[in-house]
């Protein structure tokens, strides 16, 4: 029987959609933390907003990692 990829290649896929996810994540609070600084805080706020999307989204991602591993076909 050949090697089955597949769910290997799932995990590192998402490993690295996360990893672009939580980049973007990091960048945007850094961002946010310049604002406030400055006194801008609506400025920071509305740019730490959008934190909150892609920490679900990569938490879900997470998710599918976890559950490919375990999966035993």
């Avoid at 990091?26 to 909150?52: D, K, L, P, S, Y």
Wanted: some cysteine; proline content about 0%.
């Amino acid at each position: 029987m050949k090697h089955d990829s597949t769910f290997q290649d799932g995990i590192h896929a998402s490993l690295k959609a996360m990893h672009k996810m939580l980049v973007a994540a990091t960048e945007e609070t850094h961002a946010a933390c310049g604002h406030i600084a400055r006194n801008e805080q609506n400025m920071a706020i509305g740019t730490v907003m959008v934190v909150e999307d892609l920490l679900a989204q990569a938490t879900i991602l997470y998710q599918a990692v976890i559950a490919m591993h375990r999966c035993r076909l």
